[in-house]
């Protein structure tokens, strides 16, 4: 791999690594019951539904990590962006980023 693409590659990786991190985390959140089924009438009298009804909030740090590595891939695809207009004569500039693309509405 070429040295411009590294700290786009080093993003990417931080990001995978994190996964198995928030997923684990995700299922001892699960597993502490954050649900509760309630039964409730269908328009159809011969069914009833069935409807999960979340108890406990997610814990902060779920979303923390999930914002965490979100941020990170769009940083990689900033960088990859960068590399590859530098290897085309086009100076990166930080008001041509990923999101502003019109990937993201943020």
Do not use: H
């Amino acid at each position: 791999m070429r040295d411009d693409l590294l700290d786009a590659q080093s993003a990417t990786d931080w990001a995978v690594a994190q996964i198995p991190i928030l997923q684990q985390r995700f299922f001892a959140w699960q597993r502490t019951g954050p649900y509760k089924l309630v039964v409730e009438p269908d328009s159809d009298p011969a069914y009833e539904l069935l409807v999960a009804c979340q108890v406990r909030p997610v814990d902060p740090l779920i979303s923390a990590e999930a914002g965490a590595i979100i941020n990170s891939a769009r940083s990689a695809l900033d960088l990859l962006a960068a590399a590859l207009a530098t290897r085309n004569g086009i100076k990166p500039s930080t008001k041509r980023t990923f999101q502003s693309f019109g990937l993201s509405k943020t």
